[in-house]
């Protein structure tokens, strides 16, 4: 099996920056690409990106180029996103998934997520 954790998220202010981890275990990291998604109260999740096993290739949600940046560290088994001017609408749940296929723009292309990370931005 392979298990996810996320952490990082916190409560920040309007226009701060945090750095939000995945670490995986159970099997070989670099086989899979990543993903990032978000959901918050009474939404639908979210797509904000995704990055291949190699990390050459990466995916935006158009909402957050430029502003969010993901990147992998497959000698630590960790993914990453980058998280820069937050605003108060990026308050959600965060959610890193791990996909066997390959980049994905949809939660069903991913096989395992993690517990979820908390962000929240006050004004």
């Known amino acids: 099996q392979v298990q996810l954790v996320e952490s990082g998220g916190g409560l920040v202010q309007a226009g701060a920056s945090l750095r939000l981890s995945c670490a995986v275990s159970g099997r070989t990291f670099s086989a899979y690409a990543m993903g990032w998604f978000r959901q918050a109260p009474g939404k639908e999740r979210e797509f904000l990106a995704t990055i291949n096993w190699s990390g050459r290739l990466t995916y935006y949600a158009d909402s957050v180029k430029g502003q969010f940046t993901i990147d992998r560290d497959n000698a630590n088994n960790t993914v990453y996103l980058h998280m820069n001017s937050l605003k108060p609408e990026d308050t959600a749940v965060y959610y890193c998934?791990?996909?066997?296929?390959?980049?994905?723009?949809?939660?069903?292309?991913?096989?395992?997520w993690g517990q979820g990370t908390q962000v929240t931005v006050s004004s």
């Open positions: 998934a791990a996909s066997a296929g390959g980049v994905a723009r949809r939660a069903d292309g991913y096989e395992y």
